[in-house]
């Protein structure tokens, strides 16, 4: 028995290396970030605390960049604007032949404005995080856009903050197409720029050009269809010939992120029963 | 002894902040990333048990993967690093020569030991944080360029930062 004690105490180095290798290991290869516990992460308390902090400084640093990025936005919207209000008034005198009501449909999708207080592009693996949580509506799997493109999805909520996995992190993978046509491919990002993404598993037979713009395509909850992700600059054969795999310059300045918009679909929890319903039932036929 | 001990704690927490806040978001020209927290573990006296070493390391560590959001990256080579510091310390030490002051500074253990002790941790600790973090991309010449700048910009902030008490020590006496 006293051998033992004099073991352990002889090697309690050691032992004590071990056991805090092990348990940093454990966090370090728990991969699937949903189970992450939000203590652990930049959404826990302290943390949060200590970047809304900081983030009232450094909320200001990048003000010229968002302004310009406004500013262009503002423009495109003006002009959409104008061609707008020339249709409506083309459509109107049409429309007087007709006595058809124009119906305003319920909008499935709403938006939550935050702020992010912790943002990173230079890791392998990058967060955001958001100064409005569960408290405020969001929930996990949310998407999350700014006013240039996709941003990320929503990942663990705390009560007042949230963190969002970003696009710039390569357990997202997100379902885009080319503009215009409807082939689905996977984007996911390489990890070397923070502009750049690859779309890839897109099939050989679709048409595009270099230029051509990149969109979500609507098949999860998270982004509703045609939201603007970035555009092709570059294309290559994946290795089986039968894949393209597209380099994509994204349309979000990940640099100067500070506020972003969550995308509430309201039926979210319709299609989750709906497609509960379809698992089961192919469940007992089998 | 309590004094340097308030004095490290201090220093420990302001460098997890800094590190948090600031230092984390500097990335010079893409591949160098300041990684100024170990100061506090190289600053831990010589006469402190590896134990203690050890979990003060894995705190520290844990502390900055909480703001970084790098689940036991840093955690992992914070604990490795702590196992390092007394081997390292030996090799470049003179046998059986005891420091003065027992934290490890340029006055207390000789410029050149110095220099030895910081330039080795800070290497080490360069490889374990980006091999670590390379488990999924592996692109060899840019980890081991990332490696390396790292190195030597996080050294060259620890240098500064030795400056900045070193000097304010001295308008003390």
Known sequence: MRDILNFLIRSSNWILFAVYVI?????LFSTNPF?????????????????????????????????????RRNADLEMQLLGLQQQL?????????????????????????????????????NYITLEKGSADGLKPEMGVVDQNG??????VTGEHTARVISVLNPYLRLSCKVKGNQHVGSLQWDGKRHDVALLEELPRHVKFKIGDTIVTSGFSTAFPEGVPVGTVISAQKDGDDNFYSLKVRLFTDFSTLSTVRVIVDAMTEELRTVEQDITESRRKMN | MT???????????????????????????GVAVPLVF????????????????????????????????????????????????RPVLRLYMPRGEEPADPVPSSASIGRSVYLKYLVTLTLLFCIFIFVIESFTFFNIWRLILRIICSAVLSVALMLGLDCLFSRRREKRL
């Open chain 1, 89 to 125: 008034r083309d459509q109107r005198l049409q429309l007087y032949a007709d006595t058809m009501t124009v119906d305003t449909v319920l909008s499935r999708y709403s938006f939550i404005i935050a702020n992010v207080i912790n943002n990173s592009i230079n890791r392998s693996h």
């Open chain 1, 35 to 71: 189970q992450h516990h939000v203590y652990l992460t930049s959404a826990g308390a302290v943390a949060s605390t200590v970047y809304r902090t900081s983030n009232t400084v450094t909320g200001y640093f990048a003000l010229r960049d968002i302004n310009e990025d406004l500013q």
């Open chain 1, 23 to 27: 348990a940093s290991c454990i966090l």
């Open chain 2, 38 to 85: 170990i100061y506090a573990l190289l600053k831990l006296p010589v006469t402190l048990t590896v134990n203690w070493v050890l979990t003060i390391g894995f705190a520290i560590g844990l502390s900055v993967d909480i703001f970084s959001d790098t689940y036991g990256m840093n955690a992992l080579a914070c604990t490795l690093l702590a196992m390092c510091r």
């Open chain 2, 3 to 29: 004094k340097s001990t308030i004095q490290l704690t201090v220093l420990t927490i302001v460098l997890i902040l800094a590190q948090g806040i600031v230092f984390n978001h500097i990335c010079l020209f």
């Open chain 1, 150 to 155: 996709v941003v990320g999805i929503v990942n």
